[in-house]
T-cell receptor, first 114, second 115 residues
Framework: KQEVTQIPAALSVPEGENLVLNCSFT??????LQWFRQDPGKGLTSLLL?????REQTSGRLNASLDKSSGRSTLYIAASQPGDSATYLC?????????????FGTGTRLTIIP | DTGVSQNPRHKITKRGQNVTFRCDPI?????LYWYRQTLGQGPEFLTY????????KSRLLSDRFSAERPKGSFSTLEIQRTEQGDSAMYLC?????????????FGAGTRLSVL
């Protein structure tokens, strides 16, 4: 059974700083790992998806890495802005006869201090 | 808007009442998922459809919950005899999977409050 952990649960960073969010998973036989952003009371916005054959993916100021051997993924945010404040969730699909249900971590609540 | 649509966005009900939520997936997406998210937690899988067939249900989905996806298009999630513990955000996602692992696109969710 895949278990996904995100530590810390909350993080506050001054505006302009670079930061790293962590995600750990127990089953290294993953298909992919996805990072989401969730604003308070809202749904999930997909940020980046890393396939199991990839080591990293980049989109703008975001860079996600995947290390299957250590069971870890990181989301790097460069030059943080107040608009980056949100909860960030990582998730991995558990494929069972085509059912790609996602197993989520509990998220890291990020606050960027102006 | 061609994204996943969920209605209503908010629902307040009294304990014991029945509620129904609707999810309209992205057109032509063959897979549809329901998740439940409580405060401070990540979403948890509830159930999954491939076209109109409901192929898996989580143990979280008690017999008071029922989901349908008639004709493989929109889906409904009904909760009968609601309890305060049902208060949560209910999220719907859809994906197009043709042999591989598809990316799930999420709706904005329906927030249920049971008084």
């Amino acid at each position: 059974k895949q278990e996904v952990t995100q530590i810390p649960a909350a993080l506050s960073v001054p505006e302009g700083e670079n930061l790293v969010l962590n995600c750990s998973f127990t089953d290294s036989a993953i298909y992919n790992l996805q990072w989401f952003r969730q604003d308070p009371g809202k749904g999930l916005t997909s940020l980046l998806l890393i396939q199991s054959s990839q080591r990293e993916q980049t989109s703008g100021r975001l860079n996600a890495s995947l290390d299957k051997s250590s069971g870890r993924s990181t989301l790097y945010i460069a030059a943080s802005q107040p608009g980056d404040s949100a909860t960030y969730l990582c998730a991995s699909p558990v494929s069972n006869f085509g059912n790609e249900k996602l197993t989520f971590g509990t998220g890291t609540r990020l606050t960027i201090i102006p | 808007d061609t994204g996943v649509s969920q209605n209503p966005r908010h629902k307040i009900t009294k304990r014991g009442q029945n509620v129904t939520f609707r999810c309209d997936p992205i057109s032509e997406h063959n897979r549809l998922y329901w998740y439940r998210q409580t405060l401070g937690q990540g979403p948890e899988f509830l159930t999954y459809f491939q076209n109109e067939a409901q192929l898996e249900k989580s143990r979280l989905l008690s017999d008071r919950f029922s989901a349908e996806r008639p004709k493989g298009s929109f889906s409904t999630l009904e909760i009968q005899r609601t309890e305060q513990g049902d208060s949560a955000m209910y999220l719907c996602a859809s994906s197009l999977s043709e042999g591989g692992v598809g990316i799930q696109y999420f709706g904005a969710g329906t927030r249920l409050s049971v008084l």
